[in-house]
């Protein structure tokens, strides 16, 4: 099979997931909700945003945001879900592995990465801070005697991407992650600030 019917078997198959209420919850990842308390509003970028549960929560919270994802259907949820809250939200439909969206560089206080990995595009989101702004991620992993996966990190890797910058939190989760959404999995989670002496 080759990348562009991947590319093209991937979409409706979380297409399906989505319109079936799967992947679905409304409530946002706990170090979200932490972070944004202590945060002032900026522009945000949600990667792999899904049903728009993060991307509501931070227009609700005054931020300006971006939230893209490979699933109309998706999106579609995701934009009911902000008109119910009244909040405006740049939603794009776009396929990241196919390079459909880049994040602009230093233009963002805050990007998401919420179970989505994507190994080429961290020095995207790097590029894409603008100094002293935030990424915030969490990534499924793998360790001793688990299998390895495409879409899965090993333990302690989520860390290494973000050398340079300052972490502000990084924590790997003992058992099946517990976050609102549906995992099956361990998870890596990373606050990452970047200052003027972080790598672009």
């Not at 078997?9 to 992947?23: F, I, L, M, S, V």
């Not at 932490?34 to 970028?45: D, F, I």
């Not at 390079?99 to 206080?109: S, V």
Request: with cysteine.
């Amino acid at each position: 099979m080759n990348d562009q019917e991947k590319n093209s078997n991937r979409t409706p198959d979380w297409d399906e997931r989505y319109a079936a209420g799967k992947y679905s919850a409304a409530r946002p990842h706990k170090l979200l909700i932490s972070l944004v308390a202590e945060l002032k509003p900026g522009n945000a970028l949600d990667l792999a945003c899904g049903t728009g549960r993060h991307a509501v929560f931070l227009a609700e919270n005054g931020w300006r945001v971006t939230a893209v994802d490979n699933s109309p259907v998706g999106i579609e949820i995701a934009r009911k879900r902000a008109a119910e809250k009244s909040v405006e939200i740049d939603f794009r439909v776009a396929d990241l592995e196919a390079g459909e969206f880049k994040p602009e560089e230093n233009a963002y206080d805050l990007i998401c990465d919420f179970y989505y990995l994507q190994h080429d595009l961290f020095d995207a989101m790097k590029k894409g801070l603008k100094t002293g702004g935030v990424i915030v991620a969490a990534i499924h992993i793998y360790g001793e005697g688990e299998k390895a996966g495409r879409f899965l990190l090993r333990e302690g890797e989520l860390k290494e991407f973000f050398e340079g910058f300052e972490i502000l939190h990084y924590h790997e989760t003992p058992a099946t992650d517990t976050d609102a959404g549906e995992h099956h999995r361990r998870t890596a989670e990373v606050v990452a600030r970047k200052n003027q002496y972080s790598e672009r």
